[in-house]
């Protein structure tokens, strides 16, 4: 099956700070997905970009899908912030079915 | 508008019980999904629905069987619970080619 491989495992940002997650991928994808999981563990729907960029206030992503990665921008990071960020791709999976892989996420620590 | 939501959402089993996850969506999505979640693993889906009456196995579903009898309902059913399905479990839902919507988690623990 695909590999989703997610870098750093663990962040620790001071509030104010910029950092960027990376998802590497395997295989050819019908589509990606970034998530965050809060410390509640909601999981939390922050972009769906196959290829392209995409922002959302402090927030932005960038997936190179001939290149097999995506990158996710936090700008000014805030302790609300906190949590962990799933990358997720997706293939076709026959019988009408598209299924998402997970990597293992990055945790992201910011203190104040 | 409740979106996804899952019963229970905590739960603790002995070893060889049986028990039915639930989870209902009020958007009338054809495609719903059952994950687990276990520490450093990310998600991993155990079975999966295209439409009522359908089900499918994902990358873990040994030991859990499912149903769809009606298209807003997917259950999921543990027959003879084992302290390896100590976990957490997450449905979602979509509609088409959109993206997953999941409900909050059931954190079930096996003893």
């Known amino acids: 099956g695909i590999q989703v491989e997610q870098s750093p495992p663990d962040l620790i940002l001071q509030e104010g700070a910029n950092s960027t997650l990376r998802c590497n991928f395997s295989d050819s994808v019908n589509n990606l997905q970034w998530f965050h999981q809060n410390p509640w563990g909601q999981l939390i729907n922050l972009f769906y970009i196959p290829s392209g960029t995409k922002q959302n206030g402090r927030l932005s992503a960038t997936t190179v899908a001939t290149e097999r990665y995506s990158l996710l921008y936090i700008s000014s990071s805030q302790t609300t912030d906190s949590g962990v960020y799933f990358c997720a791709v997706e293939r076709y999976s026959g019988a009408g079915s598209y299924q998402l892989t997970f990597g293992k996420g990055t945790k992201l620590s910011v203190i104040p | ?111």
């Open chain 2, 1 to 111: 508008n409740a979106g996804v939501t899952q019963t229970p959402k905590f739960r603790v089993l002995k070893t060889g019980q049986s028990m039915t996850l639930l989870c209902a969506q009020d958007m009338n999505h054809e495609y719903m999904y059952w994950y687990r979640q276990d520490p450093g693993m990310g998600l991993r889906l155990i079975h999966y629905s295209v439409g009522e009456g359908t089900t499918a196995k994902g990358e873990v579903p040994d030991g859990y069987n499912v149903s769809r009898l009606k298209k807003q309902n997917f259950l999921l059913g543990l027959e003879s619970a084992a302290p390896s399905q100590t976990s957490v479990y997450f449905c979602a839902s979509r509609a088409g080619y959109q993206p997953q919507h999941f409900g909050d988690g059931t954190r079930l623990s096996i003893l």
